[in-house]
């Protein structure tokens, strides 16, 4: 129908990491960024058309709109980033994922915080490594990054005592929310 329409794309979210373990160290995976969201207001008629890319985990997002009534510039955002996996001794939980970027909104561009990082430690006892926290989304009700793996490691061999306490979750693909009516109408 003809009328004023509020376009929100939000962006996915990154995967949180894999944390490692090796002899007496343990290291948690750092999060996955999150998505960014882009918000236009625009007016419609019908028969307009509106192209909508829903990017999957780590994939971009757009909105291309075709008005007869307006130009409008298209709206893009690009996902959140998949955190890094720990490797033995390399990259001990520095690596946490980007947040994603917005472009393009006449209203609004936010964009995603990226993901903590894991933390590291080094102990003959037992070492612990906690995953960072995903990301926040860069608008209330996108997408928040997956948290990193946390694992331990009692062992000074790396072989006897090890394992995961809690295992990394996962970002979610980007999505579109439209409304339309006379509450969104552009000021």
């Known amino acids: 129908a003809d009328g ?3 376009i929100e794309l939000q962006g996915a979210s990154g995967s ?14 750092g999060g996955g960024g999150g998505g960014g969201c882009a918000i236009s207001e625009v007016m419609l008629k019908k028969g307009d058309t509106i192209v909508i890319t829903c990017g999957a985990v780590g994939a971009d997002s757009s909105v291309v709109i075709y008005s007869s009534m307006e130009s409008y510039a298209s709206m893009t955002v690009t996902s959140g980033k998949t955190a890094v996996d720990c490797v033995e001794y390399e990259n001990w939980g520095a690596y946490r994922g ?6 393009g909104g006449n209203v609004a561009n936010y964009n995603g915080d990226s993901g903590q990082q894991g933390t590291h430690t080094r102990n003959t006892a037992t070492a612990r490594g906690t995953g960072g926290a995903g990301g926040n989304p860069g608008y209330a009700g996108g997408n928040v990054g997956g948290n990193g793996e946390s694992v331990y490691n009692t062992s000074t061999v790396g072989e006897e005592d090890e394992g995961v306490t809690t295992p990394r979750t996962y970002g979610k693909p980007g999505f579109v929310k439209i409304y339309s009516g006379d509450t969104n109408k552009a000021a």
């Open 98 to 103: 980007e947040g994603g970027k917005a472009d």
């Open 4 to 6: 004023y329409y509020k």
């Open 16 to 29: 949180g990491g894999k944390g490692a373990t090796f002899s007496n160290r343990a290291s948690g995976g």
